[in-house]
């Protein structure tokens, strides 16, 4: 049987999906993250409801890290895998990477894009599922500013760049029709993504508790991977925790999605 490859796998909807899967007993998780403690941890808790997994500690802050993991995934991994894209950032201020380029931007957009693109020209994929958020529907992209963070936001930039991976990933479908892609907003989970100190950030997990707990959206999560199908052929659909929903209007509008296209490919050769 195919490997299922999950980042962010050490926390929250990760850490909860790695365990629902193990308990099926059925395809070998490779579990990233940069946590390694962590992620041994759960490789032990996985072995003891009888699964399997093995820890690839990796980490998706710059383009050269990113490509360095998916260089080692594409040695370990079996051809036909499964990619879920679980990581993300939601950050509380404007941080750069040495690349000069938004943090957030980099883990959620381009760093990705980096990683998959090893396993892609290694042929092990045969389906991708992107963990994304309902947010996107907020989200708005300047070319000339969102990668560099000269808009950023507490709440938009994750918004933005949550967008621009969605958008990419459907180009990434209609790019190689071979693969099976879907991009979903999981639910409104209790984890600790987008935590803040102080004031605000001890009202904000007052609200996260009657959030779901990330044990339910793990099983949603589950159901949704043993499908047979989520998308036809060079398309990827965007679903709402299980449902199909029509895109959001603003990754329907072409200027955003050429806009999006070109400053990805444009930072991804340089």
């Not at 991976?165 to 987008?194: I, K, N, S």
Request: overall charge positive; proline content about 5%; some cysteine.
């Amino acid at each position: 049987m195919a490997d299922l490859i999950l980042t962010g796998a050490s926390r929250g909807i990760g850490h909860a999906l790695a365990l629902a899967l193990a308990e099926k007993h059925g395809a070998r998780l490779v579990l990233v993250a940069r946590d390694r403690a962590r992620l041994e941890a759960l490789v032990a808790a996985i072995e003891q409801k009888g699964g399997r997994a093995i820890a690839v500690p990796g980490d998706l802050s710059t383009k050269e890290e990113a490509r360095a993991l998916g260089q080692r995934l594409a040695d370990i991994v079996t051809p036909g895998s499964t990619l879920i894209h679980n990581a993300g950032l939601w950050p509380s201020k404007r941080v750069l990477n040495p690349d000069g380029l938004e943090a957030a931007f980099v883990v959620n957009h381009l760093a990705p894009l980096v990683m998959q693109q090893a396993l892609l020209e290694a042929g092990r994929l045969r389906r991708i599922m992107v963990v994304s958020a309902g947010l996107i529907i907020k989200g708005h992209f300047d070319a000339a500013r969102t990668p560099t963070g000269e808009d950023f936001s507490s709440i938009r930039t994750y918004c933005n760049t949550k967008l621009c991976f969605a958008l990419a990933m459907r180009d990434v479908a209609t790019a190689h029709p071979e693969l099976d892609v879907v991009v979903l907003h999981p639910g409104v989970v209790r984890t600790d993504l987008g935590a803040r100190p102080g004031p605000i950030g001890w009202l904000l997990s007052l609200v996260k508790r009657g959030w779901e707990a990330p044990e339910v959206c793990a099983a949603r999560l589950a159901r949704i991977l043993a499908r047979e199908r989520w998308s036809p052929a060079g398309e990827a659909r965007w679903l709402v925790e299980e449902e199909e929903q029509p895109w959001p209007a603003v990754a329907e509008d072409e200027a955003t999605r050429r806009a999006v296209r070109d400053t990805t490919a444009r930072l991804l050769s340089a």
